[in-house]
């Protein structure tokens, strides 16, 4: 293999770039070239397939940057449909004429179903991203678990249900252990519910924080580092009794109580408490919305103004707040932890592809002996027996639904992870760059700027139109004619 191309797919994290970095330094190596897909999917439906080149004469381009969050070469949620083969007979055709021999998807569970129809036609390969930490099996038959169920409401006509587990669980025996993102998502929720505590205290209020994941509570389950009061996670139902129970036990005792809850929390009756709109993305995943608002609605009809007027607190709704620590957890910086294991498994990715592997991803395990260590699975063993990928849950023994916090074997989950997570440069950079002086003088000058002067176009092949993009040089000669 000679080229590849490579692409950032779903929600961006902190960690794509450093993936990109991983991949690239690995192509330099083996001599192979690296052409950057423009976002995501997207790039592949546009006859002209916006690309840049990331590793000229095999040496990275600048904005190649491990430490800088998002991705340079932008992301979608475009994801490509199985049903449609003409479309994705051109999408061949047109890597094909970029001359790619192979492909890297960095991306999450939606990305991984949306490759399958395209490692068909040519060699792809998943490096796993996503702050959600839902790609993954928390034990290797984990998918031959799923029962589909028809269901003229759902998506396709049918709902899937996972069933009880036969598996004896075992931490070393995760498939993808932790994906590239989670570790700074969970570092920026945690010092989010760190500080809001104080306000909490001060004002003797009650405060609820809620952090993404969709389906899956591993980034409250995180969260505990910030330590809340208590954490609630999609993968228990609310007993909301018990939980106000507690709210007001805490409340009696130190007058201010922290919550975190997962934005895809449900009741007992498995509804969404956050899912105010059946709207849906690209990619089919209902957007979340006010998990925290909905609980706060709950709390002041349960707990009263009454009950805040005996500790001279004024109504249920001044002494309820919510905040969402929302897309800052997404964003910025990668942890060293994040940056390190990104990198090493976009190498793995390119090796994969070299050697050979098609439908394969690379994933994080971790050993107690050996610590972390990437290596690579078929696709297929993602698969439920109808072919889909489901997103992984939390596994629900991470969580104690008593104490309404991170079990012991939580707990064991976590800190492989966490210990040692941020590195000494981490914090130096924020100490030299954040109050420095440049900040308040000069604009902010985008990463964009720099990749758009690289992104080049193929001509369209007979017969296919380009609507969206004007050609970059002809722009450039009519500038140096004035
Ligand atoms: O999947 C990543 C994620 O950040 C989820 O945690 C969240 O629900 C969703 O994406 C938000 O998506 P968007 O940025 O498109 O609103």
């Known amino acids: 293999m000679k080229r590849i191309g490579i692409l950032t797919a779903g929600g961006d994290t902190p960690a794509m770039n450093a993936t990109i970095h991983g991949a690239v330094v690995r192509a330099n190596q083996l001599k192979v070239e690296v052409f950057g897909l423009i976002k995501g999917f997207n790039s592949l439906f546009n006859p002209r397939v916006p690309h840049v080149h990331l590793n000229p004469l095999y040496q990275e381009i600048p904005e190649v940057d491990p430490t800088k969050g998002g991705t340079i070469i932008g992301s979608s949620r475009d994801y490509v449909d199985p049903e449609k083969k003409a479309e994705l007979d051109l ?22 179903n949306g490759l399958q129809p395209l490692a068909e036609r040519l060699p792809t390969v998943l490096a796993p991203k996503t702050i959600d930490n839902d790609l993954g099996l928390n034990y290797p038959n984990e998918p031959d678990e799923w029962v589909r169920i028809k269901d003229a409401q759902a998506n396709h006509g049918f709902r899937y249900e996972q069933r009880a587990s036969q598996a004896v669980f075992d931490l070393e025996y995760i498939v ?32 609820i924080i809620e952090v993404m994941g969709r389906h899956s509570g591993y980034i409250a389950l995180g969260s505990a580092y910030g330590r809340p009061d208590i954490i609630l996670v999609p993968e228990h139902p609310l007993d909301l009794e018990h939980l106000v129970e507690r709210v007001k036990q805490l409340y009696d005792l130190q007058k201010n109580v ?47 103004d009454r009950y805040f007027q005996l500790y001279r607190r004024g109504t249920a709704r001044e002494a309820i707040f919510t905040r969402k620590v929302g897309h800052t957890q997404r964003g910025g910086r990668p942890i060293l932890f994040d940056r390190f294991y990104a990198a090493q498994l976009g190498a793995k990715a390119v090796e994969l592809l070299l050697e050979g592997h098609n439908n394969a991803v690379a994933t994080l395990q971790y050993n107690s002996k050996k610590g972390f260590y990437v290596d690579g699975f078929d696709a297929n063993r993602f698969r439920d027996r109808w072919g889909y990928i489901h997103a992984r849950h939390m596994y629900p023994a991470f969580y104690d639904p008593k104490l309404m916090k991170p079990s012991r074997i939580g707990i064991d989950y976590l800190l492989p992870i966490f210990t040692d997570a941020i590195g000494e440069d981490d914090m130096e950079h924020m100490r030299r760059t954040l109050f420095s002086q440049g900040n308040l003088a000069q604009p902010y000058h985008s990463i964009n700027t720099d990749v758009n002067k690289r992104i080049r176009y193929v001509a369209p092949a007979g017969g296919e139109t380009d609507s969206e993009i004007a050609p970059a040089m002809p722009d450039l000669a009519k500038r140096s004619q004035v």
């Open 91 to 112: 999408v061949a055709s047109r890597l094909e004429g970029l001359g790619i021999e192979g492909l890297i998807c960095v991306g999450g569970d939606g990305t991984l």
């Open 176 to 207: 993808n252990y932790v994906t590239p993102g989670y570790a700074t998502a969970v570092f920026v929720s945690a010092g989010g519910v760190e500080r809001i505590r104080t306000t909490a205290e001060s004002h003797r209020r009650i405060a």
């Open 258 to 304: 922290v919550i975190v809850c997962g934005e895809g929390i449900v009741d007992n009756r498995g509804r969404e408490l956050g899912a105010e709109t059946k709207t849906t993305d690209p990619a089919g995943n209902i957007a979340l919305s006010g998990a925290a608002e909905a609980l706060r609605h709950k709390f002041i009809q349960m707990i009263g």
